[in-house]
């Protein structure tokens, strides 16, 4: 069992900058591969970005690529996602997720979602 909460959203400027954090409880935290997804209002859920349980496998939605950067530190059981260059199409709710070991792209292969964080960046 993972539960997770996530933090870190905010209101920013666009060309601006946000650091996400998701805070995992349980053991399975190590072992975990992470995503990151996010939601705008009418819209389905995408999919922003994972890594796997060791993190030296990353994977990004082209959208963000070059901007947005997924880490973890598993001494701290956090995932993060830096946001650089953020642009007023990256308003939604951020969702982090967890499910076994390998980062993926498809929200149905993660099993542990968070209660999301807004993020607003005004033009």
């Known amino acids: 069992q993972v539960q997770l909460v996530e933090s870190g959203g905010g209101l920013v400027q666009a060309g601006g900058s946000l650091r996400l954090s998701c805070a995992a409880s349980g053991r399975a935290f190590s072992t975990s591969g992470m995503g990151w997804f996010r939601q705008a209002p009418g819209k389905e859920r995408e999919f922003v970005a994972a890594?796997?349980?060791?993190?030296?496998?990353?994977l990004y939605a082209d959208s963000v690529k070059g901007r947005f950067t997924i880490s973890r530190d598993n001494a701290k059981n956090t995932v993060y996602l830096q946001m650089n260059g953020l642009k007023p199409e990256d308003t939604a709710v951020y969702y982090c997720?967890?499910?076994?070991?390998?980062?993926?792209?498809?929200?149905?292969?993660?099993?542990?979602w968070g209660q999301g964080t807004q993020v607003t960046v005004s033009s």
């Open positions: 890594i796997n349980w060791s993190g030296g496998s990353t």
């Open positions: 997720a967890a499910k076994y070991s390998t980062a993926a792209q498809a929200p149905g292969e993660y099993n542990y």
